[in-house]
């Protein structure tokens, strides 16, 4: 196989300079070619490069395989040198991962990314503790609320990590989330371009891993500040309590129903699982959705579209997520980056039935 490259030449006499177009042939490696460098079959060489999880060889043995397509420029298909030992710390409790989607998709979306970038993770949970994570580790990936000492202790295992959807650690780490200011900002806008202007707020509360304590998460943040911005905030309207789970949404609900001799007109909330709660209760209660009351949510979960009525929205594309974290990792181990990145990753509208236009008193 060939690859041409043209280039020029520029040759000068005197008063004048010719310039000769020439071209340089590159020789691509077949897997035929690497077969016969590495002492395999054909079968076995393609099935390796093409990521076959159901062969049976030693990792040696693909090293080999991917250290000789590389050596000997082989691009048929983009080959990605084979990383060991990267650890996947998920310290996200069954719990956690059951009342909340959102993490069990982070979750398969970062296995499926290392396993095409032929990456070899790991899988350690926060039952397990830092300890079990051995100091032979050439990285690691983080989902998850780690304490001080599980982040000194992290510093002393490797130097390459991504935290992912929290940047805990920018002086020493790189971290890729979801923008939730740019998100929770454009949820107000939406209801704002609507006609909304008395807007609440549900939520949940994030919970310091070192005091165990409820602290105020940063989309609540974001709607207080903003809305404060605009003259719109109403402390009353603003209803959070812990976990980001349905019943907890619905409950909150419920309580606002309770409290607000008359609600909001449209309601922001904090994730779909929360958005979810919510409309049960307004439904439970016979409250007109979008009708009397306007909702919208963050992340476009599967049963988002088939909840009464369908949610309005943002989609993260957590696949993309993933594929920074992955990214970012890579550039630390093979690329040699010492310098921290943070990566945030922006979100899109998804337009369902549960937001409408507010009609003039």
């Known amino acids: 196989m060939f690859e041409y490259d043209f280039f020029s030449k520029k040759f000068t ?3 004048y300079s010719v310039i000769i177009k020439t071209e340089e042939v590159r020789i691509l490696a077949t897997i035929k070619d690497i077969a016969n460098e590495v002492g395999y079959s054909v079968s076995t060489v393609s099935r390796v490069l093409n990521h076959d999880e159901s062969l049976s060889v030693t990792d040696e043995t693909k090293d080999k395989i991917f250290a000789v397509a590389e050596r000997l420029n082989y691009r048929k298909k983009e080959v990605h040198i084979r990383i060991k030992q990267i650890a996947f710390l998920y310290w996200v409790t069954d719990t956690e991962e059951l009342e909340d989607v959102y ?6 979306a970062l296995e499926q990314c290392a396993k095409e970038r032929n990456i070899e993770l790991t ?6 503790g830092i300890e079990a994570v051995p100091d032979t580790i050439q990285g690691f990936l983080a989902v998850g609320a780690f304490t001080k000492a599980e982040h000194k202790k992290l510093q002393t295992l490797s130097g390459n990590g991504v935290f992912i959807d929290s940047a805990p650690d920018p002086d020493h780490y790189d971290a890729v989330r979801p923008d939730l200011e740019w998100i929770t900002r454009k949820q107000i806008d939406h209801l704002l371009n609507q006609g909304h202007r008395q807007i609440g707020f549900v939520g949940g509360t994030y919970q310091n891993p070192d005091t165990m304590g409820d602290e105020m998460d940063l989309r609540e943040k974001t709607f207080r500040f ?3 911005q605009k003259g719109l905030l109403d402390d009353r309207s603003v209803f959070c309590g812990r976990g980001f789970s349905v019943e907890n949404g619905y409950g909150l609900m419920k309580k606002a129903i309770d409290e607000l001799t008359v609600l909001p007109s449209a309601f922001v909330a904090a994730a779909d699982p929360i958005a979810v709660g919510m409309l049960q209760a307004l439904n439970e209660d016979g409250i007109s959705i979008p009708g009397q009351v306007s909702v919208i949510g963050i992340n476009n979960i599967s049963v988002a579209k088939y909840v009464s009525p369908p949610l309005t929205t943002f989609h993260i594309d957590l696949g993309e997520v993933c594929k920074a974290a992955i990214d970012l990792l890579l550039e630390r181990i093979i690329g040699k980056r010492t310098l921290s990145k943070t990566v945030l990753i922006t979100g899109e509208i998804v337009e369902r039935k549960s937001t409408v236009a507010k009609t003039t008193d």
């Open 13 to 15: 006499n005197g008063d």
């Open 103 to 108: 993490f069990k998709t982070m979750r398969k």
């Open 123 to 128: 899988l350690y949970k926060k039952e397990e």
């Open 226 to 228: 903003y809305m404060e």
